[in-house]
């Protein structure tokens, strides 16, 4: 079973304007982390925003928030005042604490573009 | 306030030809992770280092991949004896142990083809 389902693969949205990434997610564990990663046509992975199992409230970064509804295991991205520089692929990632390494595992991306 | 750096950022070769790409991580970070990620997916996990210790190895695509860290710094992953389908990019990331919420830093990757 996928553990981190991204089910936008394209997603368009007019400059200025508001957008929704959708995440979707699947752990059995209590303790777990939600990561939100953009990488450019230039292909860097830039680390966007974080919220973890126990925090309360939604994560913000400046433009950038998380929506997190626990009960229904997803974990949308929310960008505000959309830019022409946020044409890129996003991914959303899992850490689950129980594995020693916490490593990431990653949803298929969507790509985000960005109308003038 | 450096990033982490890989060498090189493409390379091209031919079939049945070993390759080694470089990682250098973040010199706080003690953890470094090595990931594959090919066309219009997510990054995949390979394998990844606390210290110079290789703690989890099991998810290297096959024995023809290897990885190390020698000194507990930089890392080098090897694909021996390549194969078309070893084309892609791999990524590198470091992060420090012990505090989950610190995102993993990554660098701009090493793209591979295979002619």
């Known amino acids: 079973a996928q553990k981190i389902t991204q089910t936008q693969p394209g997603m368009f949205v007019q400059e200025k304007e508001a957008v929704t990434l959708d995440c979707t997610y699947d752990?059995?564990?209590?303790?777990?982390?939600l990561f939100w990663y953009k990488q450019p046509s230039s292909g860097e992975m830039i680390f966007l925003i974080y919220q973890g199992s126990y925090d309360e409230q939604n994560a913000t970064e400046g433009r950038y928030s998380l929506n997190f509804q626990k009960a229904r295991k997803s974990a949308n991205l929310v960008i505000s005042a959309s830019q022409l520089g946020d044409s890129a692929m996003y991914f959303c990632a899992m850490r689950e604490y129980n594995n020693a390494g916490n490593m990431l595992t990653f949803g298929g991306g969507t790509r985000l573009m960005v109308k003038p | 306030d450096t990033g982490v750096s890989q060498d090189p950022r493409h390379k091209i070769t031919k079939r049945g030809q070993n390759v080694t790409f470089r990682c250098d991580p973040i010199?706080?970070?003690?953890?470094l992770y090595w990931y594959r990620q090919t066309l219009g997916q997510g990054p995949e996990f390979l394998t990844y280092?606390?210290?110079?210790?290789?703690?989890?190895k099991s998810r290297l695509l096959s024995d023809r991949f290897s990885a190390e860290r020698p000194k507990g710094s930089f890392s080098t992953l090897e694909i021996q004896r390549t194969e078309q389908g070893d084309s892609a990019m791999y990524l590198c990331?470091?992060?420090?142990?012990?505090?989950?919420?610190?995102?993993?830093?990554f660098g701009d990757g090493t793209r591979l083809s295979i002619l």
């Open positions: 280092f606390q210290n110079e210790a290789q703690l989890e």
């Open positions: 990331a470091s992060t420090s142990a012990g505090q989950g919420n610190q995102p993993q830093h």
């Open positions: 010199s706080e970070h003690n953890r």
């Open positions: 752990t059995s564990d209590q303790s777990y982390g």
